[in-house]
């Protein structure tokens, strides 16, 4: 089993990303973010917390989201692996992965950090709220909070798994493919050792 992080600030390029990692590698997409929202379509007790924590750029509690990463992997015990998108966000949850991971009998293989500078970032999130429908990203001030908020409690996870020897830095801006490119030339000799 191989399972990885895509790690990176809020618009660096995950999602899109993700979808193209998951056709050529066969993983199992594991987004916090998607899991949210189909709760908060939904319109769940969960989904309405979370919806009124997201919209002002606040994180949803560890325990909620480290429950829902146990249940996703008890629901694929046969799957090649496992691409984690938006998680862990903090290092309590990067902590809470390791020890869920170490239970299940596997671990993080490889983090892969998307650098992308925070101008560029606020401009693809607002662009992004013309085409999803995701009306919380079209606010440059919540935005900007967002990315203040990534940068205190998200960024240090890149050092937590830094100390693991566990991260790669991958440029990402440039076209979708070039930055897939980089992705995979960072994924590939893990696959092949």
């Given at each position: 089993m191989f399972n990885l992080v895509l790690f990176g600030p809020p618009g660096s390029g995950k999602g899109t990303q993700s979808e193209k990692l998951i056709e050529k590698y066969g993983l199992i997409h594991l987004s916090t973010g998607d899991l949210l929202r189909k709760e908060m379509k939904a319109g769940t007790p969960l989904g309405n917390e979370a919806k009124s924590?997201?919209?002002?750029?606040?994180?949803?509690?560890?325990?909620?989201?480290?429950?829902?990463?146990?249940?996703?992997?008890?629901?694929?015990?046969?799957?090649?692996?496992?691409?984690?998108?938006?998680?862990?966000?903090?290092?309590?949850?990067?902590?809470?992965?390791?020890?869920?991971?170490?239970?299940?009998?596997?671990?993080?293989?490889?983090?892969?950090?998307?650098?992308?500078?925070?101008?560029?970032?606020?401009?693809?999130?607002?662009?992004?709220?013309?085409?999803?429908?995701?009306?919380?990203?079209?606010?440059?001030?919540?935005?900007?909070?967002?990315?203040?908020v990534y940068k205190n409690e998200t960024l240090p996870v890149a050092g937590y798994y830094q100390n693991q020897d566990k991260v790669s830095r991958v440029e990402g801006e440039g076209t979708i493919d070039e930055i897939f490119d980089r992705i995979c030339s960072n994924i590939d000799p893990l696959l092949e050792a």
């Open positions: 924590l997201i919209e002002k750029g606040q994180l949803v509690p560890d325990e909620v989201v480290v429950g829902m990463i146990s249940s996703a992997l008890d629901a694929n015990p046969d799957a090649k692996g496992f691409l984690f998108d938006g998680f862990p966000r903090t290092i309590a949850q990067a902590e809470a992965l390791d020890k869920l991971l170490t239970l299940k009998k596997t671990a993080i293989h490889a983090v892969l950090f998307l650098m992308v500078n925070e101008e560029e970032l606020i401009n693809r999130l607002v662009g992004r709220a013309k085409t999803s429908g995701r009306l919380d990203d079209a606010d440059p001030e919540i935005q900007r909070n967002r990315q203040a």
